[in-house]
């Protein structure tokens, strides 16, 4: 679902920073233009010129971008060797469970503490920290250590209740999910009752985690996912070495339970040295009252409604396909039209946001929070601006491939065991619905954690419900109108178009919001979107998004039958990145032509050092 606070800085002091590479960063050395700290005295600029909105907009000192992209590049890799690791925890979790009833019990109680943490605080704690704490460095005295173990230590008084009063109510919370009753009831619960203190500890690393990104040291919150990946597979791995293979003993129960949580408490903990090396102790202290926490935890008031408005979507949906998924199955169409489809093919599409644009957002978020501390609009547009067109060069290439290329790459992820040709034809139509959107979505992402700098929760809240209302109201339409085959696909492409209405509406108040805040002459001038940067970077990926698609499905189509999905799908691919990097310079996409060149100035330097090495 950022980049900068100085650690025991007083304010006046000069903004020292951190990015995530832990890399210190300091404006006085990379300086934004125009930023607060290069006025004499502290004090602010002279209001832009709107009619030279488009200059703010450009990039930031190279040093600075280069810290961001540096950073964000560590978590992408972080991300990228996590998921890896997953698709193993996956393959060793259905070795020892498969996929009967035990295995569903399991899943059911590893996924609800996700679900009741995420309802109940991980969305505000994910957005809220790392502002606050930006804020709190600039203007306490003490550079807001004293703020930050107050902050930590509701946090942790929360959180130990939430898990507290879960775990008690672990039949109910199964009954919730599930129509088990008897052993396969008795079984869930326990899995629960030793899942549910996930709870406190998926807290304890996202908190424990935005403080570490206030301080810019980013890659530990990326990496140590990777420990608890391999904690359960150790886990699971010694199960299997001495299970009889008969029916699970309270014993085994336990230790599947036991151990599946010890992964995230090893994942939580783990932060621990970076948070020392960072020169950040907890030490918990309880003198809240005036101590300004108020803010947050109204913020965080605001977040826990937009996960609660996101989950109602998410319901209405899940009824909807559910449903359809049967009618389905009346009519005599395999069960892939269902909600199991839908699930495939998002968990898919969500791949390249979470490596790409949550990556490189987080690394931004410290640097958007410092400006907005800094009273400089001009440098968190020109950080918005930055993240559009950095993310935009590659999640559109992304879409393409997933749109061009959407039946061999379903057909080499699923394509196995009980499902048929049917079947992924079914998900990749879905899929190719999805993939629009994901060019929104990301965008979408970008400005909600622009208003998060901006300490403003409550507008991110109130857009969201754009998304939401269409989201639902066309995924009803989709029910009612369209065919049995085709209902869940065309919720999908509900989703793409509500993602669209949602960055665009929040694109314009942003835009607003920024030019009142600089000083700007009113909605007229600020409306002027289509002479931003970042409007023009996405309209040139998208006139070269045209041939890379068609081009990248026409060969896996050619390729495919003869050679196979995984062929055709690398095939497609080779195609649709050699178009864009062939367009790069003539439509002037200066991201992606920087990292094209790079790459090859990589390559070459490599084939260079061989060749001399082979002499």
Known sequence: MGETVGRGRR???????????????????????????????????????PERAVDAERPGPPKESASVARSGAVMAAGSLVSRITGFARSAMVAAALGIGLVADGYAVANAVPTIVYMLLVGGALNAVFVPELVRAAKEHADGGAAYTQRLLTVCAVALLLITGVAVAAAPQIVAAYTGYSGAQAEMTVAFARYCLPQIFFLGLFTVLGQVLNARGRFGAMMWTPVLNNLVVVSVFGLYLATSDGGALTPA?????????????????????????????????????????????????????????????????????????????????????????????????????????????????????????????????????????RTTGSFIVPAACALLALA???????????????????????????????????????????????????????????????????????????????????GMAGAYSVALLAGWVVTAVV?????????????????????????????????????????????????????????????????????????LARPLRLTELDAAVSGAVRRLRGRSGAERNGAR
């Open 11 to 49: 304010p006046g002091a000069g903004p020292g920073a951190v990015d995530m590479s832990g890399a210190p960063v300091n404006r006085a050395g990379g300086l934004v233009p125009g930023s607060r700290e290069g006025a004499p005295g502290g004090g602010t600029r002279p209001p832009q010129d």
């Open 252 to 388: 085994e129960t336990a230790l599947l339970g036991w151990g599946t949580t010890a992964g995230i408490a090893v994942q939580a903990l783990a932060l621990v040295p970076s948070l020392r090396r960072a020169g950040f102790s907890w030490r918990p202290r309880f003198d809240w009252r005036g101590s300004g926490l108020t803010r947050p935890l109204r913020a965080a008031g605001w977040l826990v409604l937009l996960v609660l408005s996101n989950q109602a979507a998410y319901w209405v949906v899940t009824r909807l396909a559910t449903t359809a998924g049967r009618r389905a199955a009346d009519a005599g169409i395999d069960g892939g039209a269902g909600f199991s489809a839908y699930a495939n093919a998002y968990t898919l599409w969500a791949v390249p946001h979470g490596i790409i644009t949550v990556s490189l957002v987080t690394a931004l978020l410290p640097r958007m929070s410092r400006a907005a501390a800094d009273d400089d609009p001009a440098a968190v547009r020109r950080d918005v601006s930055y993240a559009l």
């Open 407 to 489: 039946q061999p790459i379903m057909t080499v992820v699923y394509g196995h065991g009980r499902t048929d040709p049917g079947d992924v034809a079914l998900m990749a139509g879905i899929l190719m619905a999805f993939a629009p959107g994901l060019i929104a979505f990301s965008g979408q992402y970008v400005l909600s954690r622009a208003f998060y700098a901006l300490s403003d929760t409550r507008t991110p809240f109130l857009l969201n419900l754009v998304v939401v209302t269409v989201n639902a109201g066309l995924a009803v339409v989709a029910y009612l109108l369209l065919p049995a085959r085709w209902a869940v696909t």
């Open 510 to 582: 942003l835009r607003r919001r920024l030019a009142a805040t600089a000083g700007g002459s009113g909605p007229g001038r600020a409306g002027r979107w289509w002479r931003s940067a970042s409007a023009g970077t996405l309209a040139r990926l998208l006139v070269a998004a045209v041939p890379a698609a068609g081009l990248g499905h026409l060969t896996a189509r050619a390729v495919g039958d003869p050679a196979g999905a995984v062929v055709a799908g690398a095939a497609g691919a080779v195609v649709v990145l050699g178009v864009f990097a062939a």
